[in-house]
């Protein structure tokens, strides 16, 4: 896909701050440091789109983006850093909860996991969730470029046994830093927009 235009429009932390346009929209979840932020900006080629953080579990809200005037993507915090207080994390998981349960734009979630990490109880909590919710998901495995090729095919056999469940469409391999899995991703969203 050629991105002609990205803007940012709100960092939203209740549904009546989310954007009102009925654009098909993808949201990106994952652990933190699990590579979303580098992926999003991979996606839409841009550098400096999504601000990434040194400090794992510092995006607070949901960040809106509006691409081509055509769709919306919804960058999620990350979930599972240890240092975040408890209040806080439970102040994520309402917010995600309304996000996840309410959002009728909402057509995917891109769930991405890091290709050299065992699932975690977080990990599979999340993929438990999409699937009570009826929520179609795209498994994304990222940092692919960090394995060697045996090494990747071990990791995704694990991780394909593990999250993929009746409402994953499908399963990608990427690498944010020679963009493998760029062309395939923007290929499933698109069909998945057109057909919404």
Do not use: C
Request: hydrophobic share 40%; glycine share 4%; net charge positive.
């Amino acid at each position: 896909m050629k991105i002609i235009s990205t803007e940012f429009l709100v960092g939203a932390v209740s549904a009546r701050q989310y954007p009102k346009e009925p654009l098909p929209e993808f949201a990106f979840a994952g652990r933190s440091n699990v590579g979303k932020s580098s992926l999003i900006k991979s996606l839409l080629n841009r550098k400096k789109l999504v601000r990434i953080s040194s400090t794992p579990g510092k995006t607070r809200e949901i960040n809106f983006f509006k691409i081509n005037n055509a769709m919306m993507f919804a960058d999620l915090p990350g979930y599972g850093f240890a240092r975040v207080a408890p209040a806080l994390q439970k102040k994520w998981k309402k917010m995600l909860e309304e996000y996840l349960g309410q959002r009728d734009p909402l057509i995917a979630i891109v769930f991405i996991v890091d290709i050299r990490r065992k699932p975690t109880e977080l990990d599979l909590t999340l993929k438990e969730w999409l699937e009570e919710l009826d929520r179609d998901y795209i498994l994304v495995v990222t940092k692919a470029d960090k394995l060697s090729a045996s090494e990747r095919q071990k990791q995704v056999k694990i991780i394909k046994t593990a999250f993929m469940g009746e409402h994953a469409l499908d399963f990608i391999i990427y690498s944010s830093k020679n963009h493998t899995g760029r062309k395939e991703l923007w290929s499933t969203m698109e069909k998945l927009a057109r057909s919404h």
